[in-house]
């Protein structure tokens, strides 16, 4: 079990995340914010890059800064950019890593191959990663991420610049890992993880807004979101969150308390969520 307990972090007078407390058992967690909300302080936090200016970290109750490389023995990260050798097949970089952590050499061998097919590169195993895409290289960096066979896997924003088809296969590849380990994952893109994040962490102000299910996040504008047809003015107290295109043409949809005029009930997503909690960032 990981526990951040009542954590804050400052850059001198700027306050990052102010009094944070959460804590994560096996699953799949997505961070959701907008870019500057605080995502990436906390997973650096959680990774030990950086201190918390208060407050503590624990793993099973113990510091995680006092656990050192024992904590770190038992963490997967892969950050927006990892770094590896263009020259190198997947084959080798998974070698060299395994180096790095000390992973006795015949074990590494029966996990790397593992760990290929689990990835869905074990045709191009030995093919230069420079000639990679965006999304074969994100699946070696999970690989990487996984050598030492992780308790804790955190992802920040692995699925920026990816198309349509990468980011489906990685959203699988996520849900398959998180079976008996904590998954942490950060992005600004819904759509990432409404599908696979049984709880989803928002942050706002600089402070935890909740720490729920997509379904309950969803729940709190039930009957708050209305479509009505593309050109419709909003009025004052309605906020425009979307436009789609419907089955009659184009339709916006709007949060309002009172129904508006013309107005159909629809049930609110993620996005919806999103965009109205976020609303003065998007004003």
Known sequence: MLSVEHVTKKYGDFTALEDISLTFTPGVYGLLAPNGAGKTTLIKMLTTLLFPTSGQILWNGEDIHSLDENYRGLLGYLPQEFGYYPGYSPRQFLRYAAALQCIPRREAEERIERLLKLVGLEDVANKKLKKFSGGMLQRVGIAQAMLNEPE?????????????????RFRNLIHSLASDRIVILSTHIVSDIETIAGQIVMFRDHRLYC????????????????????????????????????ENGAVVRLLCDVPPVGGAAVTPGLEDAFLAIYREEAE
């Open 152 to 168: 804790l896997l955190i992802l920040d924003e692995p699925t920026a610049g990816l198309d349509p088809r990468e980011r489906v």
């Open 211 to 246: 720490c729920d299910s997509p379904a309950s996040i969803c729940a709190r504008f039930q009957g708050k979101v209305f479509e009505v047809p593309a050109g419709t003015e909003a009025e004052p107290g309605q906020f425009l969150l979307s436009e789609r295109q419907g």
